[in-house]
């Protein structure tokens, strides 16, 4: 068990390092939630958005997507964002709770499921030839996707380990 959580501890510090490699030379950020609010920790990717309001500065641009990412072309691309990053929950046969930063192109190599009706490949290379932006995915597994209001322990503490992260991060 004490190897189990070892692991799980030097993933995320993996995950924390690779986001701070990341936004290196970020001057204006995208931090879009994506998730569906009836489905658990589905909603995941919102959840960290909406605990992140009101604590990061005007160069940080949140959006509340939910399922239609697609939705928010417009203000995404007005905004002229150098980095956007979007979260949301994934099953990529991990323990629930662990999170990776995935670059677009890689979401074919991971066995993922989304709840979404446009494609996160195809939205993402449209905002990149758009606006010029580096773009990732901070993906959560998640442990429960039923039909629900809430998230379980397990997303809880993720949030709060993602939301401390991204504002040690974020520009200010």
């Not at 004490?2 to 986001?19: A, G, M, N, T």
């Not at 030379?25 to 995941?44: H, K, L, S, T, Y």
């Not at 190599?109 to 996160?120: E, I, Q, W």
């Amino acid at each position: 068990m004490l190897y189990w959580r070892f692991l799980v501890v030097s993933r995320k510090f993996i995950v924390q390092k690779e986001l701070g490699k990341w936004f290196s030379n970020a001057e204006r950020v995208v931090v879009a939630g994506i998730g569906n609010p009836i489905r658990m920790d589905d909603n995941v990717g919102v959840r960290i958005v909406q605990d992140l309001q009101g604590m990061v500065s005007e160069k940080i641009y949140l959006i509340e997507c939910e399922t239609v990412p697609e939705n928010f072309m417009p203000q995404i691309i007005d905004f002229l964002p150098t980095h956007v990053l979007l979260v949301d929950a994934a099953l990529f046969c991990s323990e629930p709770g662990s999170f990776r930063l995935v670059q677009p192109e890689q979401l074919t190599a991971y066995p993922a499921f989304s709840t979404h009706m446009f494609p996160l490949r195809i939205f993402c290379e449209h905002v990149r030839e758009t606006t010029k932006a580096k773009i990732a995915l901070l993906l959560v597994e998640p442990e429960k996707t039923d039909f629900g209001e809430g998230l379980t322990l397990t997303a809880q503490a993720s949030v709060k380990e993602i939301v401390k992260a991204l504002l040690e991060l974020l520009p200010q």
